[in-house]
């Protein structure tokens, strides 16, 4: 007796319907709908080699969106991570580079330096705020 695993327990489909998953048989039945419906409403109007053709096209997006997935989303994820990219969030994108190191080297080299001074020496003509309140 042989039992399959799969590599990535995500991957795990549960066969419901004809060898289909629950999504892919729904999306399948939705699809024969409504091919049946727009055989039976355009029948009439426009013959039967072109309507089966309208047919074909109605019902192929339905099929798709119930088995394929990329990137691991299902359709309706992927369209919904689509819309957002693409309408919600803002289209345009700036890069900045800012070269942090570059700047704080050039603000030291332009920083005007106050000399030092020994403890009580000071320049001549200076005075401090205390000399300047005694008068």
Same mark, same amino acid.
């Not at 969030?89 to 800012?98: C, Q």
């Given at each position: 007796?042989?039992?399959?695993?799969?590599?990535?327990?995500?991957? &795990?489909?549960?066969? #419901?319907?004809?060898?289909?998953?629950? !999504?892919?048989?729904?999306?399948?039945? $939705?699809? =024969? $709908?409504?091919?049946?419906?727009?055989?039976?409403? *355009?029948? /009439?109007?426009?013959? *039967?080699?072109?309507?089966?053709?309208? =047919?074909? $096209?109605?019902?192929? /997006?339905?099929?798709?969106?119930? @088995?394929?997935? &990329?990137?691991?989303?299902?359709?309706?994820? @992927? $369209? #919904?991570?689509?819309?957002?990219?693409? @309408?919600?969030? /803002?289209?345009?994108?700036? @890069?900045?580079?800012?070269?942090? &190191? &570059? !700047? *704080? *080297? %050039?603000?030291? +080299? %332009? +920083? +005007? !330096?106050? /000399?030092? %001074?020994? !403890?009580?020496?000071? +320049?001549?003509?200076?005075?401090?705020? %205390?000399?300047?309140?005694?008068?």
């Amino acid at each position: 007796m042989e039992v399959k695993i799969n590599k990535e327990i995500r991957d &795990y489909t549960e066969s #419901m319907f004809f060898g289909l998953s629950l !999504r892919q048989f729904v999306f399948s039945a $939705l699809a =024969c $709908l409504i091919a049946v419906g727009v055989y039976f409403g *355009l029948r /009439p109007l426009l013959g *039967l080699e072109i309507t089966s053709w309208v =047919c074909i $096209l109605a019902a192929f /997006p339905f099929a798709v969106i119930g @088995f394929v997935k &990329y990137n691991g989303l299902t359709a309706e994820r @992927f $369209l #919904m991570a689509w819309f957002r990219s693409t @309408f919600l969030i /803002p289209k345009v994108l700036t @890069f900045g580079n800012t070269n942090v &190191y &570059y !700047r *704080l *080297l %050039h603000e030291e +080299k %332009h +920083k +005007k !330096r106050t /000399p030092f %001074h020994r !403890r009580g020496s000071r +320049k001549k003509g200076v005075k401090k705020k %205390h000399d300047q309140n005694a008068k």
